[in-house]
């Protein structure tokens, strides 16, 4: 049966929603506040992070955190004035700080972003988006040996999650790219990935399809959904009501208030992310490239090299600090040595970072018609396509062939 289905949020995933409900045969309405493609989708690493199926909290978090906290050198940042409002969070992420939350959460985000280079394939090709999608190795950048072997938990679970790797040292390292400092003398390549080399543009280009194909696009902020009898009716926009048969909350790190209408209160916070672009860089990597010292992604871009990364807890209303944007380019500089550019551009987002690591996927528990798919924290981009076809199948009242109960609403009930 055609529905009429409001997608709030035209994100990665926003959007890959509405492509996917409209090849199913819905009519479909894509709002956001401040239109496609202008949020965590323009600003993150733009790299289809396959293998990225360890989450933040590993074991020993709980010992080095402080220490990052107070070295102004470490990727972990914090507003202080934050921090008593983020407390329960925090504690529920701590907690997931062990080799079995891993191990759980990684077998349960596998099926979502593991083959995510082809799910991007499916989705964007014929949309005229599919220009800035491109098949890319994805390297782990160490200073030493010793270095990668101190991750040997993380690659462990990788490798249980069916990921192999290249392990590249000294002159095999200079001979696959010559651009690193030596200082750098071991990586990890990953074959089988992929980057975005213009992850704004490549999200407004699918929503410009998806307008074509007849989709409406709405900017604004939804302040609630409209039932009747136990069902999804509408939408509400500033004083309007616009009707609808079904609505799918994918709005990110800004999804907690329209979840707790749905009945939901997920334990989400924002992990402010940052990164600089570096316009007409004088050496650019072969491939998007994880500097583990600094834990941020360097990744080519069209005409300009985009530094990604950092962990900052604060909000979603706080300004951005000065600190974060420093620290990348001093790492940048200790990893490319001799690297030089035009012109440096800013930015500070959020990522949407669930207490358990695990997105929400799936029908909101108390209202028919409502469909909720956010909090992707690291691997947002990476998953966006797959989580949109499942979030339509479950609209079109088909059964996915993936087990979506760890990602269930229903958790935060």
Known sequence: MTKTVAVIGAGIVGVSTAI???????????????GP?????????????????????????????????????????????????MAPWLMRFLSQANAAAVRR???????????????????????????????????????????????????????ENGFGWELLEGPALR??????????????????????????????ALAAHAEAQGARLVTGAVSDIVQEGGAVSGVRIGGETLACDAAVLTAGAWSGPLAAKLGVRPRLESERGYHIELYDPSVMPRAPAMVTTGKFVATPMEGRLRLAGIVELGGLDLPASDAPFALLERQIRAAMPGLSWKKTVRWMGHRPSMADSLPVIGAAPALKGAYMGFGHDHVGLTGGPKTGRLLAQLISGHTPNIDLAPFSPDRFR
């Open 20 to 34: 996917w409900l409209q090849r199913e045969g819905h009519r479909v309405i894509l709002i956001d506040k401040t």
């Open 37 to 85: 493609g202008e949020g965590t989708s323009h600003g993150n690493a733009g790299v289809l992070a396959a293998s990225s199926v360890v989450p933040v909290p590993g074991p020993g978090l709980w010992r080095s955190a402080p220490r990052m906290l107070l070295d102004p050198n470490q990727p972990l940042f914090v507003k202080w004035s934050y921090l008593p409002k």
């Open 105 to 159: 959460r990684a077998a349960a985000i596998r099926p979502i972003i593991g083959d995510s280079y082809n799910d991007h394939l499916a989705l964007a090709t014929g949309t005229g988006a599919e220009r800035w999608l491109h098949a890319a190795d994805y390297l782990h950048l160490y200073a030493d040996r010793a270095a990668f072997d101190a991750d040997a938990f993380g690659f462990s679970v990788k490798r």
């Open 175 to 204: 001979d696959y790219d010559p651009a690193f400092s030596p200082a750098l003398s071991c990586a990890v390549r990953f074959a089988g990935h992929g980057r975005i080399s213009d992850p704004g543009r490549y999200v407004k």
